[in-house]
């Protein structure tokens, strides 16, 4: 009997089909595990992120990344960063549980802040990190910087001011409101008090005892006169007590009027600055002419910071919530689905500790080889218990960077979070600057550059400060000609050879607040306060002096009112105590009278109290 071991029919096909899916592993598993890593790092960063190329070994469980583009999502003309190539090995146990584990990371042939060639491609608006763009682009609306005016003196003719835009004005209509509801709680107060029955009852009750004889009152007479008096007296307490009250709700009232009219010192002041700017006269003031030249290049520097600490307190989450993450594609509806972190658990994603050495190729003033450490890189850091810990470091001599020291600190192990970034470089050069207003371009050359910013839970705290030896100024004057203002300015910096700018953050992620400060402000500021500054203060007493003819209609009549009301409170008040004091005196008086100051030896006879 002849018995086949194989049934050629049934597995022939079954070859044939193993080996076409694994030339279509052969062909396709590269490009689509590229596709794959572009739309999920773009998602993930929230901007276009390019392979050109991707190779996969998945005998060592490896990856090779070629020519990786990632865009800056504040500017899509712009890649944050270029690498030619990148290896990557991860750990196969970890990786078999579903865990990332990155047991060694190469960068060559690095490159930032490099322009590209096609605008990025928008990332998906509903996604978290374009969130968190517009979030920080909110955020920078919040700082206040000042522009630029350069517009010739001569050129102001008159000041027109609408009297509904002055802030004065609104005020002065509000706190107007405001004395008459005072006005009228303390006439309503005064009526609800019912004084006149109880000192008209008290002045009857004494002036009958005033005629009454003290021999024919008798024990009990006496006795019946006492608890009359004591009942009058206890009912010009409770009248004090009333009094007192009011007394407290007019002082309120009167300090609200007080501190209204702070308010209205303070709009107008804002209207004189107002008033300022509708004439556009150009800022002579060091502290703002910094603020007009780098405000702008300062704020952008600590929104990329604030950006990137966003992002990692979006995908590293603190404490052990619930957070939600997309679901996968279905037929009928995504989804989400929710991630339970549990106490004692290994974390999805882990970079325990490690020390990564990369290198940037090139002839460039960043290429060489940098060290980098790598600790709590972590998707649930409630769970590693421990902040993760970013740095990098280089030293060189040469005409290359000499210095580079780069570390983040992110504590997000409990409801509390803390993060901060740290970047010093020496020797780098430094990435041009267009100047407001002017056709001015500032080149810094090579120069030592520091960003430290810090947030925690709400406070802010941060510093970029830049310095060079050697500028380079340019001006582009093909569009206009300069007027004389800003020949001025061109003349002063273009003079200069060596730049100096310190910007400091501080405040809440509410309220930032910006200050700066530059070795420009005070060439540029004396300059024109000599050439201009005697113009810039006639305009301004123009702008104050037809401030104060619109407001004064309206704010000195509310001036007058909040005077009457505080001094009708404080007279009123005082007629009230001493019509009461007058009654009551007048009642000890007649009970003095009658019992002959001595109530001790009357029978049953109680002191009032």
Known sequence: MNVKLFRWRAIGPLVVLFIILAVLVVLFAEPIARETTEDASGDLLGTEVDVAKLDLYPRDVAADFHRLQVADPFDPMRNLVEAADIHVKLDPYALAEEKLVVERLSLTGMRFNTRRSTRARAANPNGAAPQIVRAVREWTRKFDVPLLSLTPIDTIRQLVLDPGRLGTVQAANALRDRTDSTRRALEQGIQGLALDEVVDSARALAERLQHADPKTLGVQGTRDAVAAVQRTLHQIKQARARVSALEQSARAGVDLLANGLEQLDAARQRDYAFARSLLKLPSIAAPDIGKAFFGQVSVARFQQAMYWVQLARRYMPPGL??????????????????????????????????????????????????????????????????????????????????????????????????????????????????????????????????????????????????ASNKVAWSIDTAGRPLNDLERIVWQVVSGLDRLSVDARLSGTVRSPHLSLSSNLDDAVANRLEAVIGEQVARAEQLARARVDSLVSVKVEPVRREAAAVEAQARDRVAGLTQRLDEAQNQLEAALARITGGDLLHLPNIKLPS
């Open 321 to 466: 919530l619930p957070h939600e993450a997309p679901g996968p594609d279905r037929l009928r509806q995504a989804g989400v689905d929710v991630h339970f972190p549990k106490e004692r658990k290994y974390p999805a994603f882990l970079i325990e500790a490690g020390d990564v050495s990369f290198s940037i190729a090139g002839e460039g003033p960043l290429a060489g080889r940098y060290s980098a450490n790598v600790q709590g890189v972590t998707s649930a850091p409630a769970l590693y218990g421990k902040p993760t810990i970013v740095s990098a470091s280089r030293r060189a001599a040469g005409p290359i960077v000499s210095a580079l020291d780069v570390a983040a600190v992110l504590d997000h192990v409990g409801a509390e979070t803390s993060d901060s970034i740290a970047a010093d470089i020496a020797g780098l050069g430094l990435p041009t600057i267009d100047l407001p207003v002017l056709p001015v371009r500032l080149d810094p050359g090579r120069g030592t550059s520091r960003l430290h910013f810090t947030l925690r839970n709400g406070e802010l705290s941060g510093r970029w400060a830049i």
